[in-house]
């Protein structure tokens, strides 16, 4: 007999609830298109793939399995210093292509990204743990509408700072995180292609494989060599590709300590710098917010990604009349989130992107516990392979706790109450970071009210986590500088003069 | 019998007063044939914090003036100079520079300030935009200033240099802490006074004079400045921005040897002023 609640009393007379979740088992519904991996990726320099100078290899995992993927080959820096002369050379021929010209490399390259998209999208899965249905549905296409829309800016440049002159800056050095691989790797190439500069690009350490499969988009796409170069390691090759002395141009999304490190690592050069840096984002629900809607929006903003996302709506700023119901309604609705194998299409939370950031999480999640918040999660059943986290909400949470001030960079809400709109904005800013912040009221005015006061580069208002092309995104205060989308960030790669 | 001249004690204009530095010290300045001129004050490391709080406490309102009244204020300010701009060439002339030269320099000065009055309810439609995103929202990105910004004035150009520094800052709402030419400091005594008259409030910009070593640490480190902005030597901007990576503060310096033409049409307009703004991106539904 299916389970309902207990039984309802008349005088209050509340909808039933049907509880789905234990009742029935789901039947696996695995991605099965090839993702066509190799069982070893040579690192991509002047458009061909070449072993390291060292001969050095590392592996890489599934972090949902612990199986290895492949062996990746590990640039060291006098790799780095080949990819950067190659990008050097090819920029003498790429910085004076017309504008026209490499905006139809660029199509080409989006063109070639939706071809592969499926197999794009389980690469992207097996290497580093999200849903198949987000690498799916928002990492690849995403991709290649970046692609897509820096295509065609690249013979409009002109129109970005109207009276100026602008130059491309030559070769860019470029680092990205593994929280959306190929996502990060479009971010940065699209528009520094677009302005006319060559790349030099070390994806992270933990999903080398889409940026490397990029390469062989690249080759299809017939791409000038040395236009792009894919230099694959860990920091220290990021390090040597971000100090090289060719690199004018220095992108760099990841933590902001690391960030720091760079800065002051390039102090005393002249080298120009993106930082897009860490976050800790406020997501604040007034009590007029249609509820329902507020609560789908949290759990995007905080499960999307495992909550490997810099602009993680991962504090959440609740008013103090509508608290209990909107905690029930979420551990409501994290109870039906499914985690598990990235690859079944039915999963909502995939694997944790590596060992070390499981610790880490986890970490923090006792720091929570010792400190006195309230924990939930939904006590589902994980892997007994793999990293996995089960969605995990802290109520009563103070802002003096380190599960409200660090970033977790995991599944991991912490919810603090407000009872005015100044006590929202004064918790809401009351961070080194500033990133992102969502607010959901039924009130337009109050929305533009509130965006105007939250210290953060992005604001989402009734909705949480969307992204383009065509809008820019980055952060103020510690979140860094910069922007990435849109024509403020395509401004980012080119010189004024 | 002639008359007694009266000798001025120069003061720094910081919070919408003329202070003298909470140390006392202050610099002999001798005029071009070089004889003694005035005292100025050498500003401490203290005096700039205290600017700083000053700066603080101006900046939201200023930021929250419409940007009509910003221009009308900047517009005030080139009234302000026109009327003593004999007095402000005088004072570039203390260096050596030929009165003609001192004249063209504040002459550029005021057509400097002319340009940015006209800016200020202009720059949010050229910097800004309203993005065409693929769902039901109204995205569109504007500028907000970035709160205090310490500013580095050159060594020559002691009121066109200043001036084309701190004028993009305040354009958008932003407050300043600069610290005037230390080879020529008495050209920002004198804009001071203008500024005080030209309805600005208090504390919006705050100009000080001292000796460049030592106030570069504090402006290196101080987390309330939002970013630096000016000219300075290459030991100068290592040390300003391996400072400035404690806090991310943003950083946007000219190197001080390499020559700068600063009457160039290229030294002002929307490209200085995106220097020192943050842009905001706000994703606004669309639907009933």
């Not at chain 1, 049907?18 to 039947?27: A, M, R």
């Not at chain 2, 203290?46 to 517009?75: H, M, T």
């Not at chain 2, 993009?168 to 804009?191: D, E, H």
Request: hydrophobic share 40%; net charge neutral; proline share 5%.
């Amino acid at each position: 007999m299916p389970k309902t609640l207990s039984p309802s009393k008349p005088k209050t007379n509340p909808a039933r609830e049907l509880v789905f979740g234990d009742l029935w088992e789901f039947d696996p519904a695995p991605e099965t298109a090839d993702p066509k991996l190799k069982k070893k990726y040579d690192i991509f320099i002047n458009g061909r793939f070449v072993p390291s100078r060292s001969g050095k290899y590392f592996a890489t995992i599934n972090p949902a399995t612990e199986a290895k993927i492949a062996d990746i080959a590990l640039a060291d820096a006098s790799d780095v210093d080949a990819a950067c002369s190659a990008a050097q050379r090819a920029f003498i021929n790429w910085g004076r292509l017309p504008g026209k010209e490499r905006g139809k490399y660029l199509y080409r390259i989006a063109r070639l990204l939706q071809d592969h998209a499926r197999e794009f999208a389980v690469a992207e899965t097996m290497d580093g743990g999200k849903p198949i249905k987000e690498s799916r549905d928002f990492d690849v296409p995403m991709a290649a509408a970046h692609f897509f829309y820096h295509a065609g800016w690249a013979d409009k440049l002109e129109f970005l700072a109207p009276g100026r002159q602008l130059a491309p800056h030559g070769v860019v050095g470029q680092v990205i995180p593994w929280n959306f691989p190929l996502l990060m790797l479009a971010w940065k190439i699209a528009p520094a292609l677009a302005a006319g500069n060559c790349v030099v690009l070390k994806p992270a350490e933990t999903t080398s494989i889409t940026a490397l499969k990029f390469g062989e988009i690249c080759q299809e796409a017939g791409l000038p060599n040395g236009v792009v170069n894919i230099v694959s390691g860990a920091g220290e090759t990021g390090a040597a590709v971000i100090n090289h002395p060719l690199t004018s141009k220095v992108a760099f999304t990841g933590s902001t300590e690391v960030g720091k490190i760079i800065m002051r690592s390039l102090a005393g050069t002249e080298k120009k710098m993106t930082m897009e840096l860490g976050g800790k984002a406020a997501n604040i629900i007034f009590d007029d917010a249609p509820l329902d809607q507020a609560v789908e929006g949290i759990v995007n903003g905080i499960f999307f990604n495992q909550g490997h996302v810099c602009c993680a709506g991962s504090r959440l700023l609740v008013q103090e009349s509508i608290a209990d119901e909107v905690l029930a309604k979420l551990k409501r609705r994290i109870a039906v989130l499914r985690v598990g194998d990235p690859l079944d299409k039915n999963t909502d939370l995939g694997a944790i992107n590596s060992a070390e950031q499981l610790a880490k999480i986890t970490d923090l999640v006792k720091s929570g516990v010792a400190e006195g918040a309230e924990k939930h999660d939904n006590g589902c059943k994980l892997p007994a392979k793999g990293f996995f986290f089960r969605p995990t909400i802290f109520a009563n949470v103070s802002m003096s706790h380190r599960i409200a001030r660090e970033e977790i960079f995991g599944p991991v809400l912490s919810i603090l109450t407000f009872r005015t709109l100044e006590e929202a904005v004064e918790k809401a800013n009351n961070t080194a970071y500033g990133l992102s912040a969502g607010v959901w009221t039924d009130k337009g005015s109050r929305i533009l009210k509130m965006s105007t006061l939250l210290k953060a580069g992005v604001v989402w208002a009734n909705t949480y986590n969307k992204f383009d092309p065509t809008s820019p995104f980055g952060g103020s205060k510690e979140s860094g500088f910069g922007r990435e989308g849109g024509k403020q960030g395509l401004l980012d790669y080119l010189t004024v003069h | 019998m002639s008359r007694l001249h009266i000798t001025k004690t120069p003061k720094c204009y910081v919070g919408g007063a003329f202070i003298r530095s909470e140390s006392g010290r202050v610099t002999e300045l001798n005029d071009a044939s070089g004889a003694f001129f005035a005292n100025i004050p050498q500003c401490t490391r203290k005096d700039l914090r205290n600017a700083v709080e000053a700066a603080a406490k101006a900046g939201p309102g200023w930021a929250k003036r419409s940007a009509f009244n910003r221009g009308q204020i900047l517009y005030r300010l080139t009234e302000m100079m026109e009327a003593r701009g004999v007095e402000l060439a005088d004072s570039i002339t203390l260096s050596g520079v030929s009165k003609a030269e001192a004249s063209r320099e504040v002459a550029a000065a005021i057509e400097r300030v002319v340009h940015y009055a006209g800016w200020t309810d202009k720059y949010e439609q050229v910097l800004g935009s309203v993005n065409p995103v693929a769902s039901a929202h109204f995205n569109f990105t504007v500028t907000e200033p970035m709160g205090i910004v310490g500013i580095l004035a050159p060594d020559d150009a002691p009121v066109l240099g200043l001036l084309s520094l701190i004028l993009p800052a305040i354009t958008t709402g932003n407050s300043v802490v600069a610290l005037a030419s230390t080879m020529q400091p008495y050209p920002s005594i004198l804009l001071g006074e203008m500024l005080a008259t030209s309805d600005l409030p208090g504390g919006v910009v705050n100009l000080l004079t001292g000796v460049r070593s030592e106030l570069i640490p504090t402006f290196a480190t101080h987390e309330h400045l939002r970013a630096l902005s000016g000219v300075a030597n290459a030991e100068e901007r290592k040390a300003l921005r391996l400072g400035a990576a404690e806090s991310v503060k943003r950083v946007h310096l000219r190197k001080a040897e390499e020559p700068i033409d600063w009457f160039a049409d290229k030294m002002q307009g929307a490209e200085e002023i995106r220097a020192l703004v943050e842009f905001k991106t706000t994703w606004h539904p669309v639907g009933g």
